[in-house]
């Protein structure tokens, strides 16, 4: 249920005014940290953008362009005599599968330039010369939900080492290099062999993100669907809205403005839909494998928020910016789309504000039909299994393009 503190932040965040709202009724948010990206009016903080060293790309969660925070102790330093807030902003890069399954290639004795791994060595030195935290919690989330400690446990070790190397090796201040992978630290196992049981079970802090991830692959795989239909703009709306109002039962207003603005043929949503686009030759089976990497990318999204959310303190002057460690533009693409321009982060949950928002992308209408029936979804949203309706969506999948 939506409780009277989360409506006043979502029409915060809204404001034209927000740096002033916040500042003159910042007693009432005294758990909540805004932080606004890029804003015209504001270039107080410093200059963080995307760093590419083909193939991988170091990215943030939004654009990181003057990044400028707000809660109760920055506040209370703008109010003192000091001329602006000692803000301290750690950057954390999370490193997701296919980086690790780089690093697992490197344990394995399987160097290769061929392959990109100079590249990636050379990222990886970027990290440490540039002062970045680093973590592996996307891997291990993904690897959970996969259930790949099952399935290819050995993989999943290596992959793991592979982190710890690197990580212990940039808390020591070394380079990294191929040859820290043949002499490996007791350090470094002992680093991964925690890692490892971590990808049994889904990090506590996290449990309510997990199925998350189901949501938003229905809500893909449901999109790709209708768009390979003959049905008009107006038609696959109504169409996706009656979905989330009587299966899935649970409305998320990033993806459903992101699907939405697919219908509507928006450019940069295109790239991001563009592999599974009406002119793409697919197999059923390249398009699900297609929508789940789709629904990776916008899941990442959602955790990263959702860790900003929990390593923030609204009454401290130290800030965690996220970024992704990748070798797939799929990401950069889909956060290129909308933009997130401001975040509110508020008892461990993250809410967005994009350039594009429900609001903006659908008609009253539309808005209605979904806020008509909230109390609905929220009364029986627990009873859909979501696995399984992915299935059912699956089996669609599979007749459709057969």
Request: charge should be neutral; hydrophobic fraction near 40%.
């Amino acid at each position: 249920m939506i409780d009277s503190q989360t409506i006043e932040i979502q029409e915060l965040l809204r404001s034209f005014n927000c740096v002033e709202r916040f500042i003159e009724k910042h007693r009432g948010f005294t758990n909540c940290t805004i932080v606004l990206f890029n804003e015209s009016s504001i270039e107080l903080g410093p200059l963080f953008e995307q760093v590419v060293i083909a193939p991988y790309y170091l990215s943030g969660l939004a654009e990181y362009r003057h990044p400028f925070f707000l809660n109760s102790a920055t506040v209370q330093m703008m109010r003192s005599n000091e001329k602006a807030a000692p803000v301290v902003i750690r950057r954390r890069a999370c490193f997701d599968s296919n980086i690790c399954g780089c690093l697992q290639r490197l344990v394995t004795g399987k160097f290769s330039s061929d392959k990109g791994d100079e590249s990636l060595i050379e990222i990886l030195n970027y990290l440490g010369s540039s002062g970045f935290d680093t973590t592996p919690l996307l891997y291990i989330a993904e690897a959970s939900i996969n259930n790949s400690i099952n399935s290819n446990s050995r993989k999943v070790y290596d992959s793991l080492l592979g982190y710890s190397i690197i990580h212990y090796a940039l808390e020591e201040g070394k380079t990294i290099e191929p040859g820290l992978f043949q002499n490996i630290d007791k350090n470094c196992k002992k680093i991964a062999r925690s890692f490892y049981q971590d990808t049994r079970r889904f990090p506590e802090n996290m449990q309510s993100a997990m199925p998350r991830f189901w949501l938003i692959k229905n809500m893909i795989a449901k999109a790709v669907l209708l768009e390979h239909t003959k049905e008009n703009f107006k038609e696959k709306t109504e169409a996706f809205i009656e979905f989330i109002n009587s299966e899935l039962l649970i409305c998320l207003p990033y993806e459903t403005s992101l699907c939405i603005q697919f219908f509507k043929g928006n450019q940069q949503v295109q790239k991001f839909f563009g592999k599974v686009n009406k002119s793409a030759i697919r197999t059923a089976s390249k398009t699900i494998e297609t929508v789940r990497s789709m629904a990776w990318d916008l899941y990442h999204l959602r955790l990263l928020s959702t860790w900003m959310a929990q390593d923030c303190n609204s009454r401290n002057l130290e800030f965690v910016l996220p970024f992704i460690l990748s070798a797939d533009d799929g990401l950069w693409r889909v956060i290129s789309a909308n933009p997130i321009k401001r975040i509110a982060l508020d008892r461990g949950e993250a809410y967005l504000l994009n350039e594009y928002n429900l609001e903006d992308v659908c008609s009253k209408n539309y808005l209605d039909k979904l806020t008509g029936l909230f109390e609905f979804r929220n009364t029986f949203a627990s009873y859909i299994d979501q696995r399984r309706l992915g299935e059912k969506l699956e089996q669609e999948i599979n007749r459709t393009f057969s």
